[in-house]
Nanobody
Framework: QVQLVESGGGLVQPGGSLKLSCAAS????????MGWYRQAPGKERELVAA???????NYADFVKNRFSISRDNGKKTVYLQMNSLKSEDTAVYYC?????????WGQGTQVTVSS
């Protein structure tokens, strides 16, 4: 059973920063693409950022130049550095790991941006 354990969420003021982490209990993690999604109340889950096995990254337009995704294959962990946070970034953030047609999700971590 694959486990993805997210951490780093919390309450932050607008303009602040948070760093999310997701540790995966997977062998050969270097072959998997990894990503972060988010879901706000009443909205569908949406892609925030993704990173391929080769390290190429992709970002949603609404987080470009504010968020940064990275991975450490040795620690089997993917990170999401979030800067210049806005109230509209408030959501549950989910980690995803995928390979071809297979994928797995973390349990989610709440990020709340509020003064």
């Amino acid at each position: 059973q694959v486990q993805l354990v997210e951490s780093g969420g919390g309450l932050v003021q607008p303009g602040g920063s948070l760093k999310l982490s997701c540790a995966a209990s997977l062998s050969f993690i270097e072959y998997y693409a990894m990503g972060w999604y988010r879901q706000a109340p009443g909205k569908e889950r949406e892609l925030v950022a993704a990173i391929t096995s080769g390290g190429s990254t992709n970002y949603a337009d609404f987080v470009k130049n504010r968020f940064s995704i990275s991975r450490d294959n040795g620690k089997k962990t993917v990170y999401l550095q979030m800067n210049s946070l806005k109230s509209e970034d408030t959501a549950v953030y989910y980690c995803n790991v995928n390979y071809q047609t297979w994928n797995a999700w973390g349990q989610g971590t709440q990020v709340t941006v509020s003064s």
